[in-house]
């Protein structure tokens, strides 16, 4: 399966698990991204499928002083 | 996993309140939250005009979009800061957003208003671009309310946020800013109440309503974000809270109910006198106000420089413009 990472990375891993696993292998920690597949949101437990494409969105932003 | 209230797919967990909900049941949960927030702490009251601070990242787009789907009627306020690319996306998202809903916005550009945008204005006095960001956004957000007739200035301001900026202050004991930390500040003479409705909202929860509201916000960061210490007191928080869920809202919850009272009465904690600064009128505990002095400090070496003409005097007052909602 095809996984769009935060920073235009274009991964291929293996799909047929829960997306936690997927998560785990790329050294991602699940609070601070959203992960989409089409135009729904993922929760960690669902199982991504060997023809998919996740994109993971960043969900942290940062540095500004006060407005966010 | 299934949505608690329906037979539906989850599409956002909240692990910390033992909940799953699909989209429908997510965007009204959010919602009718934001409203509970606000009236839990007086947060916006009857005869109030509130102003939302707008950067069009997701938070503050977000924000605007639930106080208006409550019923508020929230005019927004844009700061262009001149960081090249990344600043004018923002001000396109930003006219995008309030053209579509037909929402008020008042846009201020500091390079317009002072000369210089952030780049130059780190430049010139030597100081990291954050710094002089972060004071002179928080300067006109009061500036542009004290002028326009806003009394309550809105933030998107987050849990991870407000988690992270308690963590630094604890990790040197700051002592002074430790008691003035919390989802509301009062209003005084000369300053607007600040309010944050979203502070018990974790980042992922913030972007799981902006991406299933379908709001195009700038995903991108600013780039002087990079290394900001912020993100690391983020990342330190979010991997205690991947083991245990609830360490974000627990640490910051508990520390506004039983760690501030105390602090602030340990500490003699009293409401400092406020001035009028000698430059702009702005409220200031000196005589001249930080923004002014900053400003006027800039102002010197950027002559020098030759950034800016010999000439050209600093005028404090912010070159405000009314973006109808046809423009932009």
Redo the contacts between chains.
């Keep these: 399966m095809i996984v769009r990472a935060p920073e235009k990375r274009e991964l291929e891993v293996a799909g047929n698990r829960p997306l936690e696993e997927v998560l785990a292998e790329l050294g991602i920690?699940?609070?601070?991204?959203?992960v989409?597949r089409g135009e729904?949101?993922?929760?960690?437990?669902t199982r991504v499928r060997e023809e998919d494409t996740i994109e993971v969105?960043?969900?942290?932003?940062?540095?500004?002083?006060?407005?966010? | 996993m299934r949505c608690r209230k329906c037979t539906q797919n989850a599409q956002v967990e909240l692990r910390r309140h033992g909940l799953a909900l699909c989209a429908a049941h997510y965007l009204e949960w959010f919602e009718a939250q934001t409203a509970r927030a606000i009236r839990r702490h007086k947060m916006i009251r009857e005869g109030d005009r509130v102003l939302v601070a707008i950067s069009g990242g997701k938070d503050s787009l977000a924000l605007w979009e639930v106080l208006t789907r409550l019923g508020y009627e929230a005019t927004g306020l844009h700061i262009q800061l001149g960081i090249g690319e990344y600043s004018e996306r923002a001000y396109e998202v930003t006219t995008r957003f309030a053209r579509e809903r037909g929402l008020p916005l008042i846009v201020v550009d500091l390079a317009e208003s002072y000369g210089l945008g952030v780049p130059e204005l780190s430049l010139a006095t030597g100081r990291v671009a954050c710094s002089g960001c972060g004071l002179s956004k928080r300067y006109l957000m009061n500036e542009v309310a004290r002028e326009e007739g806003f009394n309550v200035v809105a933030t998107g301001h987050n849990l991870d946020d407000e988690a992270a900026v308690l963590l630094g202050n604890v990790l040197r004991w700051q002592t002074d800013a430790l008691p003035r930390q919390g989802p509301v500040l009062p209003e005084r003479e000369g300053l607007a109440r600040r309010i944050k409705p979203f502070y018990l909202f974790t980042e992922r929860e913030v972007a799981s309503y902006a991406l299933l509201r379908r709001i195009a916000y700038q995903h991108e960061e600013c780039p002087n974000a990079t290394g900001a210490k912020s993100l690391l007191y983020k990342e330190a928080l979010n991997r205690l809270e991947e083991r245990m869920p609830g360490t974000k809202q627990a640490f910051l919850e508990q520390f506004l109910k039983k760690i501030q009272p105390i602090l602030a009465e340990g500490l003699g904690a009293q409401e400092v006198a406020l001035k009028e600064c000698e430059r702009c009128g702005a409220p200031t505990t000196g005589e001249t106000c930080a923004f002014c002095r900053l400003w006027d400090q800039a102002y010197r070496r950027a002559k020098k420089r030759k950034l800016l003409p010999e000439s050209r005097a600093f005028e404090p007052r912010p070159r405000a413009r009314r973006v109808a909602p046809e423009e932009g």
């Design positions: 920690n699940p609070e601070t991204v959203v989409v729904e949101l993922l929760t960690r437990d969105i960043s969900a942290i932003s940062g540095g500004h002083g006060a407005l966010p």
